[in-house]
């Protein structure tokens, strides 16, 4: 069982709905990031947080660290947003650069 | 554009062949590292390099050998691979610290025959 575990592992949207990605994880950490990757390979980083709230535009990324728990969602989406996201952790216990990353969610948003 | 450049973005090579990839990143980040994303599996960490120093070498097969000339370029030099070394190969850079946050570059997508 991976530490880091993502659902859905895929999701077809029609676009303007409102979108959940979840990220559960099983140790203690010192910070979450949620990663963006297009087809193509690229990885963009939306989020990294370790408490509470924070948004960016129609993304919001939330974390509860007591039920170890992170949620991305998507606002209005659009056909643009089709991508994988990515959960990776840093373990409290981890020293240096060490993240867990999730199996991603393979997102599609339908005009 | 994240700041980060790989190249070649493809690269298709035999079991014998020797071939290196390359990084370079703009940013002035002090701390770069290599990733290996497999089909349907969680990126691995591979190398990471601070301050041009490699610190944390991930049981990487030897085949594999990373070297950091300075802290803008970063190469990983493949050699005698195998069909299962098939993969993404991202570069990525940060300011080392704790909780940095990474930028990566577009990845070469690596085949071997």
Known sequence: KNEVEQSPQNLTAQEGEFITINCSYSVGISALHW?????????????????????HGRLIATINIQEKHSSLHITASHPRDSAVYICAVRSEETSGSRLTFGEG????VNP | ETGVTQTPRHLVMGMTNKKSLKCEQHLGHNAMYWYKQSAKKPLE???VYNFKEQTENNSVPSRFSPECPNSSHLFLHLHTLQPED???YL???????HNEKLFFGSGTQLSVL
């Not at chain 1, 390979?41 to 924070?54: A, E, H, T």
């Not at chain 1, 969610?105 to 599609?108: P, V, Y």
């Open chain 1, 105 to 108: 969610t393979q997102l599609t």
């Open chain 2, 45 to 47: 960490l591979m190398f």
């Open chain 1, 35 to 55: 990663l963006q990757q297009h087809p193509g390979g690229g990885i963009v980083s939306l989020f990294m947080l370790s408490s509470g709230k924070k948004k």
């Open chain 2, 86 to 88: 098939s993969a993404l």
């Open chain 2, 91 to 97: 570069c990525a850079s940060s300011q080392a610290g």
